[in-house]
């Protein structure tokens, strides 16, 4: 009996110790967890930056991208009440809010690039020369008309 007694308290003490390092462990998931997501939010609604030269359009953002200028094919400068995609659903991109970035689906059949706040009233459409349409803006008008023309000039 002193033995099953013994058996009993050291599982005890050994189960008890095993609780105290799952609960550290779930503790431990859940902090880097939640920082994930806080990092990915903030990260994913800071506006892009944009570089651009002779050779091409590069864009800083949570799913940048770059663009060889020689493979625009067309580019316009469009306002809210043109034809901006409205069913779009992700394939490899990040929507939070109004802020869109990354590559999605329109329409479930052609594949386009966001880099947008859809709160904007205006974009920049660019067609490359296979056929994908690449959204960008910036936050204020004038910002998102100056990089038009910046890409415009560049483009050419």
Request: with cysteine; proline share 3%; net charge positive.
């Amino acid at each position: 009996t002193e033995l099953y007694q013994y058996l009993i308290l050291y599982k005890a003490k050994n189960s008890t110790k095993l609780i105290r390092k799952s609960k550290n462990t779930i503790s431990i998931t859940f902090v880097v967890y939640t920082l994930f997501i806080v990092g990915t939010i903030i990260l994913g609604t800071c506006p892009p930056k944009y570089s651009i030269n002779d050779k091409r359009l590069t864009i800083y953002s949570l799913h940048g991208i770059s663009i060889k200028t020689k493979d625009i094919q067309s580019i316009s400068f469009l306002t809210n009440t043109d034809k901006f995609p409205k069913q779009i659903y992700h394939t490899n991109g990040y929507s939070f809010g109004s802020k869109h970035k990354g590559y999605f689906l329109l329409n479930n059949t052609k594949n386009i690039y966001l880099n947008v706040d859809m709160k904007s009233k205006y974009y920049i459409k660019i067609t490359d020369n296979k056929g994908i349409d690449y959204y960008l803006n910036c936050p204020e008008k004038e910002d998102t008309y100056k990089l038009y023309c910046e890409i415009s000039k560049q483009s050419k």
